[in-house]
């Protein structure tokens, strides 16, 4: 990607600058362009490549300098390097530094980026296009500077970029393994005959189920074999991982670059007095109509929104930490409440919902313990799915969730980092359901809350996701309701129905 900062600031004195001045500053300039610029620029980096202060001028107490440069020690960059530099010897002379004026600053960019990945913010003043690519115009401040806010803009239109080309592949999808073909007697729709047998009903809000008794035995059935084939052999314990997720823990897990259109928002009340309330209690009791905008007024936040990936909020229990060599891998799972997504549209029977279950499980250690654990994890899942459950099952590699979740497309550039998804045969519509997923996350939940390992060695960690809605839809939609005709393990694990409603 072309890329050319060019950028017009002033150095505000507290104090006209003298004639004196001037060949003092005409040294730092040249020092600054061959020596402070050059700094941590590749060897072979052509000229114009790197900062450089084209030209510079004296008005009054104002130094007004033009800095060109392309993608290293960037315009931005150079010109807070040359401030450091040139505050001690103006200093000698009295002068102090006062302010920075940023008079202009553009970037140019080649024709290799559409104008569709330019993003609309407040600091973009004006995209103009031509044939040779477009330039931006900033307005930014100097604490923006200081922020690198220039340097993330141009991150992200390079990650739009990255995913305008990827976008017209499709998804990531690769096959990793397929099991053998079973055909059972079913091929209904296990949402459908499920409610049919009174096993679970809509529940008041969208996307979400209410399971009756027979359901739940299904549903525990399958945790609990989930439990003790797969997790309690292999050490995992069992935590409680939060189920509200504050800005802050999406902040570190990446999650508040993306995630927003799918969130269950949460507020809290301005004051917990009932007199603030009053008005509202008053209003619903003489309408029958809970008033939406007048709580809408009364409430602050959103603070953040419901669990949503379950196991972001795990890691501020080891944010900043340094790990014991003694404990690792550490393995830990939680199945205490339910993830919710805003799934619009794409809500479906029992197996896109906007409220589930899920265990999650999480590892983590140094990278070669990572994977190791991975493989088992891998090793035993099949072993349940072929020999316990007897699914026609099979494996993909996809783009990892945590790329997914932050709206980015394509697979991991770290060999071993990323998705396995695991997905059943569903007969009653020739499709295949991803009922859960093994990743390698890689550092990237160490790095971003902080966490090391004791050898000093990188930390990575990973998760698996078991979907209990989708374990359901799998078992039922490949197994139907017969239970003659199921594994005798798991019929005797679930136990006969028990009907507690009977409806007049
Ligand atoms: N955290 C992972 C996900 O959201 C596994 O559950 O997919
Ligand atoms: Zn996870």
Not at 68 to 88: C, M, N, V, W
Not at 206 to 219: D, E, K, S
Not at 397 to 405: I, L, R, S, Y
Request: with cysteine.
């Amino acid at each position: 990607m072309l890329l050319r900062f060019s950028l017009e600031a002033d150095l505000i004195f507290n104090a006209a600058i003298p004639p004196e001045a001037e060949p003092v500053i005409e040294e730092k300039v040249t020092e600054a362009n061959t020596v402070l610029f050059l700094r941590g620029v590749p060897r072979d980096a052509a000229e114009g490549e790197y900062g450089q202060i084209t030209s510079w001028d004296v008005q009054e107490n104002r130094l007004c300098l033009r800095i060109e440069s392309g993608p290293y020690t960037r315009s931005h960059d150079a010109l807070l390097r040359f401030r450091k530099q040139i505050a001690p010897v103006m200093g000698k002379l009295r002068l102090g530094v006062r302010g920075i004026d940023i008079r202009h600053f553009s970037i140019r960019l080649g024709d290799d980026v559409e104008e569709s990945c330019i993003p609309r913010l407040p600091f973009i003043s004006s995209v103009e296009v031509d044939e040779a690519g477009c330039e931006l115009t900033l307005a930014m401040d100097l604490a923006d500077l200081e922020n690198k806010t220039p340097d993330r803009l141009i991150n992200l239109i390079e990650e739009k970029a990255e995913n305008a080309a990827y976008g017209g592949k499709g998804e990531h999808w690769e096959l990793l393994f397929e099991s053998k073909k079973r055909t059972g007697a079913y091929s209904g729709n296990p949402t459908e005959d499920m409610v049919a047998r009174g096993w679970i009903r809509h529940g008041a809000s969208r996307g979400q189920w209410i399971f009756a008794p027979q359901a739940v035995q299904l549903v525990r059935a399958l945790e609990q074999i989930a439990i003790e084939e797969i997790i309690r052999p292999l050490g995992w314990k069992e935590m409680i991982f939060p189920k509200l997720v504050t800005w802050d823990v999406w902040k570190n897990s990446g999650h508040a670059k993306g995630v927003y259109p799918e969130i269950y928002y949460v507020c809290t009340p301005k004051s917990r007095d009932p007199a603030y309330w009053e008005e509202v209690t008053d209003y619903y009791k003489v309408t029958g109509d809970v008033p939406i905008e007048m709580i809408r007024d009364r409430i602050d936040g959103p603070i953040g929104g419901m669990c949503y990936a379950q196991c972001p909020p795990f890691w501020p229990f080891v944010k900043g930490e340094t790990l014991a060599q003694d404990c690792l891998p550490i393995r830990v799972f939680d199945r205490s409440g339910t993830s919710h997504r805003y799934e619009s549209g794409g809500i479906h029977g029992i197996e896109r919902v906007d409220e589930f279950h899920r265990i999650e499980v999480l590892w983590l250690g140094t990278k070669e313990q990572t994977i190791a654990v991975a493989d088992e994890l891998h090793e035993a899942y099949a072993r349940v799915f072929e020999e316990i459950l007897e699914l026609e099952w099979r494996r993909a590699k996809v783009t990892p969730w945590f790329m997914a979740q932050e709206g980015l497309v394509g697979v991991s550039e770290t060999e071993r980092v990323g998705t396995t998804d695991y997905e059943a045969y569903l007969p009653y519509n020739g499709s295949y359901l991803e009922f859960q997923n093994v990743s390698i996350n890689g550092n990237k939940y160490p790095k971003g809350f902080n966490v090391k390992v004791q050898s000093g060695e990188e930390c990575w960690s990973g998760c698996s996701g078991i979907g209990l809605e989708r374990w359901v839809a799998a078992f039922l939609g490949q197994k139907g309701f017969d239970m003659a005709d199921w594994p005798e393990n798991v019929a005797r694990l679930v136990g006969e129905p028990e009907e507690v409603f009977r409806f007049l």
